[in-house]
């Protein structure tokens, strides 16, 4: 059995870490018996500086032509922020039509969390994200100060109405960002959630803020409701995502998985990374399930410490696992994370962990233990 992996290394340590990804998914492949062909895509920051590319429609066609890329990270100090962000892994998240966002929060076992009390048996759900709509569909506009505001009727008669406001003279320099959600765009990744959870603990929490933006998540509530009439023996739940941050850290073990819109879920993968150990350990798959998918640490590019050897790779590892699952590889898939907890117990972690092990250190420990040559 063959893949085919596209790798996209990217900036900062993005292609140190995916490096380490590499050689581990080719140590699980000798271990479970498939190979993988791995191409490069040389997309990030120096190409753009160099050219002004950032996808091109040859990028775009080839990438199709894969299941799975393995993404490292974006980013760079050269470069304004949401240039790259927005240009290259936006881009290919709706490109692609990555609809799910999924984030495993799960503290591996040897993994100290700042929760006191919780342990590998509390911290163990996992947030689907909504990946192509909500605010980060790019609908806006950001009017100038003297420039009036002949395009914005709505927000006009809004200012008069409600706040009794003349917006030409009261708020002559201003700016708005849409939200939307739609059916088809909601279902589809409320039923990712619910098959899902009937693999797991039977129970899906749904998180939105209906009680301020009742239009969209109005929207989004209703589709979890209907959603959630086609699989009976699930429970259900519906959280305020200001509320939901609260829980996450009170009472992890509440949560199988949970079900948000893109930008909520954007805010509270974070705070689950922090829960799970730290950004260094968190793990992402932008997943469209009849398509290509793209797996990539939720961490960036961190370039201050290109090239030093010293990034963690794990979360990129643990992404590269849920790269193999997605391929079907499940035994492999979980042979990974089972090594990725030995080295841990081993010690054998980089210094973001509390350890001297280099990046590299790190992935060869992995390949010896899934059995495979530690040479790079
Ligand atoms: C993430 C990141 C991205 C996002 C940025 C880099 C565009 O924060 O993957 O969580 O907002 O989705
Ligand atoms: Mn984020």
New binding site residues.
């Given amino acids: 059995m063959q893949h085919r992996v596209a790798v996209i290394g990217g900036d900062g340590i993005g292609p140190e870490i995916v490096h380490e990804g590499c050689r581990v998914l080719e140590a699980a492949g000798e271990r479970f018996g498939f190979d993988l062909e791995f191409t490069e895509f040389p997309i990030g920051a120096d190409r753009y500086l160099e050219t002004g590319e950032l996808l091109t429609e040859d990028d775009l066609a080839e990438l199709g032509r894969f299941r799975a890329i393995y993404f490292g990270a974006i980013g760079d100090e050269r470069v304004r922020p949401g240039i790259l962000e927005k240009g290259i892994l936006l881009a290919l998240r709706f490109h692609f039509d990555q609809y799910v966002n999924l984030r495993p929060i799960r503290l591996l076992s040897g993994v100290t969390t700042p929760l006191a009390g919780k342990g590998p048996d509390e911290i163990d759900f996992v947030v689907v994200r909504e990946n192509t709509e909500d605010f980060y569909v790019g609908i806006g506009g950001r009017q100038a100060r003297g420039r009036g505001h002949q395009d914005l009727e709505v927000l006009r008669s809004l200012y008069s109405v409600k706040f009794g406001l003349d917006i030409e003279s009261d708020a002559e320099e201003l700016a708005y960002q849409i939200g939307v959600v739609t059916r088809e765009g909601s279902r589809r990744v409320m039923e990712y959630a619910f098959d899902l959870a009937m693999r797991r603990k039977r129970k899906v929490s749904s998180v939105d803020k209906a009680n301020v933006l009742s239009d969209v998540y109005g929207l989004w509530r209703d589709l979890f409701t209907e959603v959630a009439r086609g699989y009976p023996s699930v429970t259900t739940e519906f959280t305020f995502v200001d509320a939901v941050t609260m829980w996450f850290v009170k009472n992890p073990e509440w949560f199988d998985v949970v079900v948000t819109p893109n930008m909520f879920g ?2 509270i ?2 705070l689950g990374a922090m829960i799970q150990g730290g950004l260094g350990l968190a793990p992402g798959g932008n997943i469209n399930p009849r398509g290509t998918s793209m797996f990539e640490p ?1 961490h960036g590019s961190a370039p201050r410490y290109r090239g030093m050897n010293v990034a963690n790779p794990i979360a990129t590892i643990w992404a590269g696992s849920l790269l193999l699952d997605s391929l079907g590889e499940h035994e492999a898939a979980a042979a990974i994370v089972t090594a990725i907890e030995r080295s841990i117990a081993d010690g054998v972690v980089t210094r973001d962990m509390g350890g001297t092990a280099s990046t590299s250190d790190v992935g060869d420990h992995l390949v010896r233990q899934l059995g495979g040559r530690s040479s790079p």
Avoid: K, N, Y
């Fill in positions: 954007d805010i993968t974070d939720i």
